[in-house]
Structure formats: structure tokens, C-alpha cells
């Protein structure tokens, strides 16, 4: 009907409500029963009783992942960047293809429609670009982060016992953990569809070597970063021109507050979503100021400066996982004053702690040799066949001899 209409007006009150009626699941699945149990938490404390009783329903999979990318669709149509497609075949399709609906990359219709209509058959280097991708996917997920995981979930699971040594330690930990959990899993999903012939957006690009909560974000779940900034950030960011530079502040929290409150309805995200806003809007103001300050010495061309900046994001970024980690506000804040003012020798499991490390650091070498010399080294992609299949086979027996095999879920499948 968007498509069809010539009339403005009505193109935009068809696309609130379509936006609307695609919202409503998520809205109701993910929020209601948050709301009303808090509500008939708070009622009891005032000794009120409330008619609704308490309710937890189980959420429907992938529902975070395939509301955003009909929303996406959604807004396409009305902006007239796609048009709407006749075929319902190719839409449940887009809606529901299986690699990506638990837990993403976020797709464009732009990109996948055309890919369905022109279905080409699988080929060889599709087949070899995909099992590559699966291969190191697979190593992020069960060698770098269900290894970091038995770690990080044994003191985290025990935030009142664990002292600020061990908290130190497991908040260092969780973002690799993080990254090589949804890393490994964007990779899966990428090679899956690679097999098939479809190829996907890609989700990260080496987070840990940006100097900037900025540049940070463009490299960090890239998917939901570039949804938010093209659906969201820009028109409030358009809309509040007028206020110059506190209006790019304002759509930045607003922003990066519904990002937190999308992941999971909690106070714990609310906080991180402002958080994150709060650190984007600091770099906002100063943006000219450093961007002068860096141009005067030649910083950008300096390499402990760059290496103190990487440092600085990180562990911006970690602060902010504390609450994305923690069960609790409460807790959140026991982590952090624990880690500043309760110092103690940190909970040693040596076999894990050493492989989460050896790991980690295998992890970043790859990650460096593809930010700094991709083109000088190559091992996966090199015209030795001997090296190349070396290198699988190291992959393959370092998963096998170090990986973890008791089946823990993606972390984002929670969301």
C-alpha cells in the first residue's frame, strides 16, 4: 500500500503503522511481563494488591533480530531507497533466514532481496570461504570465549565472595569474551550463508584497535550500529539541528539509551545504553579540540599515542560491561567499588586463566595482521599448499585439544 499511494501524508501514517504492528510482539514479549512484575513487586511493597498476577513468558527466537530488519524494510519503502516486494515467498525468507535469526548480522532488504531473485548455484570458493569462516568461528566461540566464560561466570556468579582482584580480573576478561561469542558467532552465520551463495554484512572489524568510543562503534556489532545510526541517530539528530551541538548530544543518548533497552528490558542496560551515549557525547564536544591538540604534534603518526588511545576505549568499554554483565544495578556498582577500594590476590584457575590468555592473544595477532599487514602475511590464503593446510590443521587440533564442549548458548541469544 506504501508503494502504491502517491500521497505523503499517507505513506507516512501507512508506515507508523505498519512500524507499529511489527513492534507489538516485541513489545509485548519482551516488556509486558517485565513491567508488570516490577509493578506488582512495587504494589506489595505498599501493600496493594494488583489484579494481574506474576508472568514470564518464553521469548520467541530471533524476535530482537527480525523486528529491527522488518522495521528496516519498513522504512526502505517509505524512503523509496527499495520497492516493495510482490513475491511473499522472498520476504519470509528475509524474515526468516536461518543463519541469522538468533542472533543476526542485522540484514538489509536492499542487500538480501536481490541476492533471493538471482539464487546462483553453489560454487567451490563459496563452499571454501565459508567452512574458513566457520573454522575460525568456531575457534572464537569454543577456545576463546566459553574458555574466558568459566571464568568470568565463576566470579561473577559469586559477586559478594569474590574480591576486587577477581572482579578485576573477570571485567578484563568479558569483552574478549563478549567479542569472541558474537564474533564467532556473526563468522558461523557468514559461512553458512556463504555456502548457500548469499553473502552477509559483516558484523565486526577488529573493535580492540580503535582509538575512539567513535571508532569503536563502527567497528563493534556494525550491523546494529549503522540500523540505529540510519533509522534512528539521523533523523533525531536532524530533527534536533536547531539545538547544534547538544542536539548531536541528545540523539546520541537517545539512541544509545533504546540500544541498551533493546538488548534487554533491565536497569543494568538503561545504565549502559547511558553510558555509552554519555561517552560518544564527551567525544562529540571535544572532537575539534583533540582533532586540533593531535594535528599540532603529529600524534596520529605516533604509535604509543595510538596504543594509549586503543587502551583508553578498552577499558572505557569494559567499565560499561560491568553492567552489562552484573544480574543487578546494585551489583554493578559492588563490582566496581570492590575493583577501587577491596584489592585482594585474584581467584586463580591456572588452566583456564592460561588458556583464556593464550587464546586471547592468538586472537589478537590474527586481528593485528589483518588491520596492519594484511597484504605481507598470509597464511589461510597462501599459494603454498602445504602452509594453507597446516594452518586448518593447527585451527582444527587447537579447537579439539582447548575448546569447551558442554554446550554453552550464545550470550546473545538472550536478547
Same mark, same amino acid.
Given at each position: 500500500m506504501m508503494d502504491k499511494t502517491e500521497d505523503d501524508? &499517507? /505513506? !507516512?501514517? +501507512?508506515?507508523?503503522? #505498519?512500524?507499529?504492528l511489527i513492534l507489538m510482539p516485541l513489545l509485548f514479549y519482551k516488556y509486558f511481563m517485565v513491567i508488570n512484575n516490577d509493578m506488582i513487586a512495587w504494589l506489595d511493597g505498599q501493600n496493594i494488591r494488583w489484579p494481574l498476577p506474576e508472568m514470564k513468558f518464553l521469548l520467541p527466537i530471533g524476535i530482537s533480530y527480525y523486528t529491527f530488519m522488518c522495521i528496516g524494510y519498513t522504512i526502505d519503502i517509505y524512503n523509496e531507497e527499495i520497492e516493495a516486494e510482490k513475491n511473499i515467498g522472498i520476504v519470509a525468507l528475509f524474515v526468516s533466514f536461518f543463519p541469522l535469526i538468533l542472533s543476526?548480522?542485522?540484514e538489509r532488504a536492499g #542487500?538480501?532481496?536481490?541476492?533471493?531473485? #538471482?539464487? &546462483?548455484?553453489?560454487?567451490?570458493?563459496? +563452499? /571454501?570461504?565459508?567452512? !574458513? *569462516?566457520?573454522?575460525?568461528?568456531y575457534f572464537m566461540k569454543l577456545v576463546v570465549a566459553d574458555r574466558i566464560g568459566i571464568y568470568v561466570d565463576v566470579v561473577y556468579g559469586n559477586i559478594a565472595g569474590s574480591n576486587g582482584g577477581s572482579l578485576l580480573v573477570a571485567s578484563i576478561l568479558y569483552p574478549f569474551q563478549v567479542y569472541a561469542d558474537l564474533g564467532g558467532y556473526t563468522l558461523l552465520a557468514m559461512g553458512v550463508a556463504k555456502i548457500l551463495g548469499i553473502k552477509v554484512v559483516p558484523n565486526f572489524k577488529r573493535p580492540f584497535f580503535a582509538t575512539s568510543m567513535a571508532e569503536f562503534w563502527r567497528r563493534w556489532? *556494525? %550491523?546494529?550500529? $549503522?540500523? +540505529? $545510526?540510519?533509522?534512528?541517530?539521523?533523523?533525531? @539528530?536532524? %530533527?534536533?539541528? !536547531?539545538y547544534g551541538i547538544w542536539g548531536t548530544v541528545l540523539a546520541l543518548e537517545i539512541t544509545f539509551l533504546i540500544s541498551g533497552i533493546w538488548h534487554v528490558a533491565s536497569w543494568t542496560m538503561v545504565v549502559w545504553g547511558l553510558m555509552q551515549g554519555t561517552f560518544l557525547s564527551i567525544e562529540a564536544l571535544h572532537k575539534v579540540k583533540r582533532g586540533a591538540f593531535e594535528k599540532k604534534y603529529n600524534l596520529n @603518526?605516533? @604509535?604509543?599515542? +595510538?596504543?594509549?588511545? *586503543?587502551v583508553v576505549t578498552f577499558f572505557l568499554f569494559a567499565v560499561s560491561e560491568v553492567f552489562g554483565r552484573a544480574e543487578t544495578v546494585s551489583d554493578s556498582w559492588t563490582v566496581l567499588k570492590k575493583i577501587v577500594v577491596d584489592q585482594g590476590t585474584p581467584y586463580l584457575d591456572l588452566t583456564t586463566l592460561t588458556y583464556s590468555v593464550i587464546g586471547i592473544v592468538i586472537l589478537l595477532l !590474527?586481528?593485528? &595482521?589483518?588491520?596492519?599487514i594484511e597484504i605481507k602475511i598470509s597464511i589461510f590464503n597462501n599459494n603454498s599448499l602445504l602452509l594453507r593446510y597446516a594452518a586448518y590443521l593447527g585451527v582444527i587440533f587447537t579447537i579439539i585439544l582447548f575448546g569447551v564442549f558442554d554446550g554453552n548458548s550464545f550470550i546473545y541469544f538472550q536478547f
Open positions: 501524508e &499517507k /505513506k !507516512k501514517k +501507512l508506515m507508523i503503522i #505498519n512500524i507499529i543476526g548480522p542485522i #542487500n538480501l532481496f536481490p541476492q533471493f531473485r #538471482n539464487f &546462483k548455484a553453489i560454487d567451490f570458493e563459496d +563452499l /571454501k570461504g565459508g567452512m !574458513k *569462516m566457520m573454522l575460525w568461528g556489532h *556494525m %550491523s546494529l550500529i $549503522t540500523w +540505529l $545510526t540510519d533509522y534512528l541517530y539521523t533523523p533525531l @539528530s536532524f %530533527s534536533y539541528r !536547531k @603518526s605516533k @604509535s604509543l599515542y +595510538l596504543l594509549f588511545c *586503543m !590474527k586481528d593485528f &595482521k589483518d588491520e596492519f
